[in-house]
């Protein structure tokens, strides 16, 4: 149940993504980010509580994402598969505590999905190369 594995690919377009985690609107004139590549990362507990979601646009690196240079080097190493990303290796405590961690956006052209469920945040993180570490 907590070990990666692949999902259901919901395709989304980078700007309806970056719309939906703003609470903005979308007009077809918006469609074309302004990032070669632009993703929403949302981490969403099991237990009911308030999503954390963050932006992330690489090449130029910015967004609200406290680390967009080390993520989008991550991303780019492994040319945007977050399945390949991989673990930083540092122990997490183990603390069932499940959080599910859903990517969407734009990876050179070619709109994309993730998610993915881990035994906790510190795991979330430490398995996607703390792309997930916010």
């Known amino acids: 149940m907590f070990r990666r594995g692949r999902a259901a690919a919901l395709v989304v377009t980078a700007a309806t993504a970056l719309a939906l985690a703003t609470g903005s609107t979308v007009s077809a004139a918006d469609e074309t980010p302004a990032a070669a590549h632009a993703v929403v990362l949302t981490i969403i507990p099991e237990i009911p509580e308030e999503a954390d979601s963050v932006t992330l646009e ?12 080390a ?10 598969d977050f399945y390949a990303l991989p673990s930083t290796g540092v122990p997490c405590p ?4 499940p959080v599910r ?6 990876w050179n052209g070619t709109t994309f999905s993730y998610e ?3 035994i906790n945040r510190c795991a979330a993180a430490v398995e996607t190369d703390d792309v997930f570490r916010f």
Do not use: M, Q
């Open 58 to 69: 690489c090449d130029p690196d910015g967004g609200t994402h406290p680390n967009p240079a």
């Open 71 to 80: 993520a989008c080097r991550s991303l780019t190493a492994v040319k945007g």
């Open 94 to 97: 183990d603390v069932v505590d």
């Open 101 to 106: 961690v859903v990517a969407w956006g734009s």
């Open 116 to 118: 993915e469920i881990f």
